[in-house]
């Protein structure tokens, strides 16, 4: 029994967040938590499903040879962290830039600058496999530093060795 | 104390998920990740509350004696888990339609076949009383399979006993 | 290791909810869910960002001396727990007050009724020191009873100290 007391106490340094949403303000919400726990010592996993993935998405043309529905997805979901809208008070892009600007305007970092501050603090990003088949998208097309995408299984038992789990 | 670490060390293998959301994307994350959990062995309890508890409902006729209330909600609310639309995307219902074809093109299982894998699995849905009592939601009305409703306090119980706590 | 055995025993009473979304309904699900825990003696953070700043705000006049962003984001976010509307349905304010006579009509506790039995149960509310910066929130705009704004490291220690973690 002693080995598993071990493995629950070490489980307390562990965050694992299902990135379920693609909207500006969630994703900044994730990465500023992912952030804050990794600089002060915890492991983060952050799991990539459905809209999610919109944040991983590199800028510029897509992988050749995509389905029809691919190419309806890669036209629909925005092209990476800086296309991401706010959730509310979008106002055709007005809000999401006002937001921006007081960000710019009182440093806070913006989101790409987060991101890459997550993959150097060691974040582990794993991109959904289910939701990149649905969506047709292409390991080419998603952003370099990013791990091998997984199924549910490795979700979960990344998850259950967590001590904070959350769903964004 | 030996007690004690006795039980945390259990929890690790509970997952406890609030089902809020009525929105198809969001419940089939749910219940990918209900099953994927329950394949691993783990206890997995839903607790469906507001538009969470559309997923629940049966098709067909709804129950007799509704109040004004009540029937306006029926009218309102998806029935059942193949009535649900998008969060996002949906557009009049082709986005949706679009998804489910994919996911059947790729032999993914659907929303119905999932929820059916779930209770297979022995994962526990519990509606949620007061929600079911503010919609004028009747037991017979829901789909047969699933627990008694329960409050907040069981809930709890339930959620303070597991690993993985989500809010979906 | 005995002291970090205890630690992790003890964590378990402990609920650490963020309140990200500003809609009634999921606001109400959180003080239901925080109200639950600290009747059964658990202690509850709940840590407002974004939108849910807008359940701490009061009603009257807001700050002297505000920017022009302090004074826009003013005008557009609700103003406290009364001006809320519901995630769907709100049908331009039909459905939000439907649901809140539903709710009177069946003896359940409104939110702002609610958020006061939250304060005398000890519920520790922390606005996000960030987004009241971003959005130009002066404290004196804020309800009374409620904690000193705090930043994320805040938040990241006390959710890796609770039992239960959830993103609403």
Wanted: glycine residues 10%.
């Amino acid at each position: 029994m002693s080995e598993h007391i071990l493995e629950e106490v070490e489980a307390k340094n562990n965050v694992s967040i299902v990135l379920f949403s693609g909207d500006l303000d969630k994703v900044l919400a994730a990465f500023i938590i992912a952030t804050g726990a990794a600089a002060s010592g915890m492991q983060v996993n952050i799991f990539f499903t459905f809209w999610g993935l919109a944040a991983l998405r590199k800028d510029g043309p897509g992988a050749k040879k995509k389905s029809f529905i691919g190419k309806l997805f890669g036209m629909m979901l925005p092209k990476g962290a800086k296309k991401l809208a706010l959730s509310q008070m979008n106002m055709a892009g007005m809000g999401t830039a006002m937001i921006k600007g007081v960000m710019r305007g009182q440093k806070v970092a913006s989101l790409p600058e987060l991101m890459e501050i997550a993959l150097e603090l060691g974040v582990h990003m794993h991109p959904c496999e289910m939701s990149m088949n649905l969506m047709g998208l292409k390991k080419e097309e998603l952003l370099t530093g990013i791990e091998e995408s997984v199924g549910v299984a490795t979700y979960i038992a990344q998850a259950s060795a967590s001590h904070m789990t959350l769903f964004i």
